[in-house]
């Protein structure tokens, strides 16, 4: 019976059984292509455990770096002031649907498309009320809220913030609310309750789109 073929498990070429040599469970041509195989195989085992290595150090630290964001208060507050952002804008377009008025710039009275949550005291300025109704009105963003830092004072052509509270809620109402926005508070917030409130916004935010564009 004529020997069979068999590939070398290093350069693959076929020869008689009786030719190759074997190494452990493989045949190979000679020992030097063992050798090769044998290294070859070592290097290769070396490298996916480094790479397995460099995976698992890599899944630690995102893990480590999701609870430390999941506890840092400035990262929850950054997160929550996005989403809040995005509620007032939706409760004030609710606000002028409401009464049937054409939405505008609390700063400058125009209507627009691109707006925004304007602030009457700054996240900077009075962090306490950043998730404040009281201090939040709908604004237009690039022009009063970003071009003019909010407007606050108005110019030559537009009212200006404070009048705009004036014209929407009377002289009396507007005083209380910039009285109300002046006060120093200090507010200690807390990672879990931040992220709590974030979860109600986003709740009144999903009510509120329903509401408005369906």
């Known amino acids: 019976m004529a020997n069979s073929k068999k590939a ?82 939706l409760q004030e377009l609710k606000w002028f649907s409401d009464n049937g008025i054409e939405p505008t710039c609390i700063s400058c009275d125009k209507p627009n498309m691109d707006w925004c949550c304007g602030h009457l005291k700054t996240v900077g300025s009075q962090g306490a009320i950043r998730f404040d109704e009281v201090n939040t009105y709908l604004q237009c963003n690039r022009y009063c809220n970003k071009g003019l830092s909010g407007n606050i004072n108005g110019n030559k052509t537009t009212r200006g913030y404070i009048q705009g509270l004036k014209d929407r809620f009377g002289e009396k109402k507007a005083q209380e609310i910039v009285d109300y926005c002046e006060v120093d508070r200090v507010a200690k917030w807390d990672a879990g309750e931040v992220k709590k409130m974030r979860i109600a916004m986003r709740k009144e935010i999903r009510v509120l789109e329903r509401v408005l564009f369906t």
């Open 8 to 89: 070398c498990k290093y350069c693959g070429d076929y020869r008689q059984v009786d030719e190759l040599m074997r190494f452990g469970k493989f045949l190979f041509c000679d020992i030097d292509q063992a050798i090769l195989w044998l290294s070859d195989k070592q290097a290769a085992d070396k490298e996916r455990a480094i790479k397995r290595a460099a995976k698992e150090v890599k899944q630690k630290n995102a893990k480590q770096k999701r609870e430390f964001y999941d506890n840092d208060v400035n990262h929850q507050l950054g997160l929550t002031q996005i989403v809040f952002n995005k509620l007032r804008k």
